[in-house]
């Protein structure tokens, strides 16, 4: 699995105009699943993520988790994460998973958040989203479930 994450000060995800998913303050999670992802990988994030010291303290030090400050999460599917662009000038996108097994994997990674006590908002998987935010720093990190 490949998170994208994003700091943020505000955001919200639209489908078709409506908002599926809004948070004020936390974490932008932008999801991608490959092939031989399994529960696993989905953990080990889970738990990276919301102790990742990426918050400022009182001495304006990056030295807070999410579960120590506070905070909330949109969640986003991206399959695109996998998107190999080496070749050509269109991405390939057979590193990603199915969406069957993408669904299954990103609903049981956002269930392991909430199971931490975080608010996890989502977008609409599969579908085609709008998501605005205002990154906070900016604060930008790609993490990953294998090396």
């Keep these: 699995m490949r998170v994208v994450v994003q ?5 919200k995800v639209t489908v078709n105009g409506e908002i599926t998913g809004q948070i004020t303050k936390g974490l932008v999670l932008l999801v991608g699943v490959t092939h031989d992802d399994k529960e696993e990988d989905a953990a ?4 990276k993520i919301v102790n ?3 918050f400022e303290d009182e001495a304006e030090k990056m030295n807070l988790s999410l579960l120590e400050r506070g905070g909330e999460i949109l969640s986003v599917s991206q399959f695109t994460l996998y998107g190999d662009c080496r070749k ?3 991405p390939n996108f ?3 998973a199915r969406p069957e097994q993408a669904v ?3 609903e049981t990674f956002n269930s392991m958040l909430r199971q931490k006590g ?3 908002e989502t977008g609409v998987f599969g579908a085609m989203m709008d998501v605005e935010l205002i990154n906070d720093g900016p604060v930008t990190l790609i993490v990953e479930s294998k090396a």
């Design 7 to 11: 700091r943020s000060k505000a955001a």
């Design 44 to 47: 080990y994030l889970a738990d």
């Design 52 to 54: 990742m010291r990426i």
């Design 88 to 90: 050509g000038r269109r």
């Design 94 to 96: 057979m590193g990603a």
């Design 104 to 106: 299954e994997l990103y």
């Design 118 to 120: 975080i608010t996890v």
